[in-house]
């Protein structure tokens, strides 16, 4: 797996997966009826951000992620990132290698740490790998995100020192 800097050419690609995760609100805050142009405009982050995706050896897009300051002025040297896996290629390995690469970025560009704002609870999948990596959850919103199955669910704060 190759992970590079997401082009304009990989956004219909990206699209695909990012519309059917978004729509089945289970895991991102985003409005469910959110427009493709709003989408790309939050999604491809410009320099000194950054958007990757993660291709296969076929040239296929496995995943995305997209990194940034979490705060502006003097809150700047928090980094966040954002992830999402194609539903086709989950549990492949591709959610850890963006993750790491994320937190490389982060440390190599100076970020004394990492923080996901609203990981909601019930992704235990991202919550475990998230665990694995170093992250801890600082606190959890009760009842912060309204989950179309299990109704009101926590979002953790979760923070890794680099």
């Not at 219909?12 to 991102?28: H, K």
């Not at 951000?49 to 040239?59: E, F, I, L, Q």
């Not at 997209?66 to 954002?82: E, P, Q, Y």
């Not at 990981?119 to 919103?141: C, D, K, P, Q, W």
Request: charged content about 20%; aromatic content about 12%; hydrophobic content about 40%.
């Amino acid at each position: 797996m190759l992970i590079r800097e997401a082009t304009d050419e990989d956004w219909p690609a990206i699209w695909r997966f990012f519309r059917e995760i978004v729509t089945a609100g289970e895991t991102f805050t985003y409005p469910l009826d959110l427009g493709e142009d709003e989408a790309r405009s939050w999604w491809l982050l410009v320099h000194p951000n950054r958007t990757v995706v993660a291709v296969g050896a076929d040239g296929t897009i496995l995943g995305t992620a997209k990194m940034n300051n979490n705060h502006m002025g003097n809150g700047s040297h928090i980094a966040s990132a954002s992830y999402m896996v194609d539903p086709r290629y989950s549990g492949r390995g591709v959610g850890r290698a963006l993750c790491t690469h994320t937190l490389d970025w982060a440390r190599a560009s100076g970020f004394r740490a990492m923080q996901f704002n609203a990981v909601v609870e019930t992704n235990i999948h991202a919550v475990r790998l998230y665990r694995s990596l170093g992250f801890e959850i600082l606190g959890t919103l009760p009842e912060g995100f309204k989950h179309p199955v299990h109704g009101f669910v926590g979002l953790h704060n979760m923070y890794c020192r680099l």
